[in-house]
Nanobody, 118 residues
Framework: QVQLVESGGGLVQAGGSLRLSCAVS????????MGWYRQAPGKQRELVAS???????DYADSVKGRFTISRDNAKNTVYLQMNSLKPEDTAIYYC????????????WGQGTQVTVSS
């Protein structure tokens, strides 16, 4: 019974901030690489940020310097801090997890809507 449940989405003005949370259960969270994806209308799903069990991070160029991924292993929760938001950040944001030896993210949350107004 693997569950990834996102929260924290909403409506925010350009320049504002949001913090997304993803609560994970049913897997060994501390051993997993965690990622945040987003999908905007009419666009392909995009990997926004990732964080390995060892603390290595990677960000899409479009969000680098504005977004920060972090994790709290004691709470089995991964976060995405989003600052200086832009209208083009509007999308459904998905939390995902994968094993270190896996090529693909195999566990997914239901998504949370982020809307940035101008």
């Amino acid at each position: 019974q693997v569950q990834l449940v996102e929260s924290g989405g909403g409506l925010v003005q350009a320049g504002g901030s949001l913090r997304l949370s993803c609560a994970v259960s049913g897997i060994s969270f501390s051993t997993k690489t965690m990622g945040w994806y987003r999908q905007a209308p009419g666009k392909q799903r995009e990997l926004v940020a990732s964080l390995t069990r060892g603390g290595s991070t990677d960000y899409a160029d479009s969000v680098k310097g504005r977004f920060t991924i972090s994790r709290d292993n004691a709470k089995n929760t991964v976060y995405l801090q989003m600052n200086s938001l832009k209208p083009e950040d509007t999308a459904i944001y998905y939390c995902a997890a994968k094993s270190r030896f896996a090529s693909d993210y195999s566990y997914w949350g239901q998504g949370t809507q982020v809307t940035v107004s101008s």
